[in-house]
């Protein structure tokens, strides 16, 4: 029997899930939900057959609805996930799953005593570039990595409930946690709301791992250019990601610095660079919103017991990480260890 699901939220990204659950095999796209009428009419147009309604709690209510995604604004995610995982549905959160660590400890929590799944849309996991990249550095291809590097510029959208970390490096945190496996243990933020001033549209992020990785993270909803780039510097070999990268996303340079002896004085090194090829692999494109749907249905229809990417708890130390990047804004970019589990 197929699935029947609902889109909580039918703003900018929520009506991309109806697209994507509506093609999925073994998968109805039953309802949807928003308050706005003019959210609501815009989707009636192209999917006539979805029940639509201005209050999410009619959806939750409903015994035929089986899961629901929530695609609302990050500030509202707790209250909508909390009713819906009580009501005992299965759920698919968009990333940050809360505003506040604790609040998503509590839904990891509660999902785990309701006995149904909450993922959580960290959807860069399920993007094919980003998948090479995990793939390269766990065979060791680059080494021992340095340090990672990650922009994530555009001019908009902007947002007043949460500040473009929570908003963008939101991807980037839980990234480079999966591609290091590992998870950064400090952070310090500087970063700044020329917009609004309680709102920063730019801010950069240091990160501090144990096995001593850098990383670095610039986002911003305030720069020329969409730019979303990943780049990685191992002992061996550096790999960037772009995510609009031509003829490929992934690039492979066999660029690294040797240290060689200096014979004359004992114990001395001199650092000579190696300038190999660059190799872009071929990446099939994939849409990753497609694959993150496919394997939500898979849970709900008990195909794969547990998510291995946008797990709630995962989910939940990513807003974690975010915790300690708002302290150290506040304190101009002051060193702040990061306190996990809420
Ligand atoms: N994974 C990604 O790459 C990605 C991309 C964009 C947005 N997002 C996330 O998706 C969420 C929504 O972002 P957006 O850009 O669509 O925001 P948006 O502001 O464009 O749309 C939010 C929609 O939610 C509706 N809404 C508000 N309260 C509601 C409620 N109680 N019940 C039902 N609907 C409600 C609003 O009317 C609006 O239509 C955010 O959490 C954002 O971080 C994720």
Redesign the pocket.
């Known amino acids: 029997m197929a699935v029947n699901i609902a889109i909580?939220?039918?703003?900018?990204?929520?009506p991309n899930h109806v697209r994507n659950f509506s093609a999925l095999r073994g998968c109805r796209v039953a309802a949807a939900?928003?308050?706005?009428e003019a959210?609501r009419a815009r989707l009636a147009e192209s999917y006539p057959a979805v029940r639509l309604v201005a209050?999410?709690r009619e959806i939750i209510s409903s015994p035929e609805i089986d899961a629901v995604v929530v695609?609302?604004?990050?500030s509202?995610?707790f209250?909508?996930v909390s009713a819906a995982i009580a009501a005992g549905k299965h759920v698919l959160c968009?990333?940050?799953v809360t505003d506040r660590s604790e609040d998503a400890w509590k839904l990891a929590e509660a999902a785990e005593v309701r006995g149904v799944h909450l993922m959580v849309?960290?959807?860069?996991l399920f993007n094919p570039g980003v998948e090479f990249l995990a793939k390269a550095l766990a065979a060791g291809e680059a080494g021992r990595p340095y340090y990672v590097n990650s922009i994530r510029t555009n001019l908009g959208?902007f947002?007043s409930d949460?500040n473009a970390a929570w908003?963008l490096a939101?991807?980037d945190i839980y990234i480079f946690s999966h591609l290091l496996r590992t998870r950064p243990t400090q952070v310090s933020a500087v970063g700044a709301g020329f917009l609004r001033p309680s709102v920063e549209d730019i801010v950069f992020v240091t990160l501090r791992y144990d096995n001593g990785v850098i990383g670095h993270i610039h986002v911003s909803w305030l720069d020329p250019k969409k730019v979303r780039q990943i780049t990685i510097v191992g002992e061996k070999k550096m790999i960037t990601w772009d995510e609009f990268g031509q003829p490929g996303p992934v690039c492979i340079f066999d660029r690294c610095v040797a240290r060689e002896p200096v014979y004359e004085t004992f114990g001395e090194f001199q650092l000579l660079t190696r300038e190999g090829d660059a190799v872009m692999p071929r990446i099939p494109p994939q849409e990753p919103?497609a694959r993150q749907a496919r394997e939500f249905i898979g849970l709900v229809t008990g195909q794969i017991s547990r998510a291995e990417r946008g797990s709630a708890r995962e989910a939940a130390e990513v807003v974690d990480v975010l915790e300690a990047v708002s302290r150290s804004l506040a304190k101009g970019g002051a060193p702040e260890d990061v306190i996990y589990g809420g």
């Open positions: 909580i939220g039918l703003g900018r990204w929520g939900a928003d308050p706005s959210a209050d999410y695609a609302t604004p990050t509202t995610h209250q909508i968009e990333k940050p849309g960290h959807v860069f959208p947002r949460v908003d939101s991807h919103l």
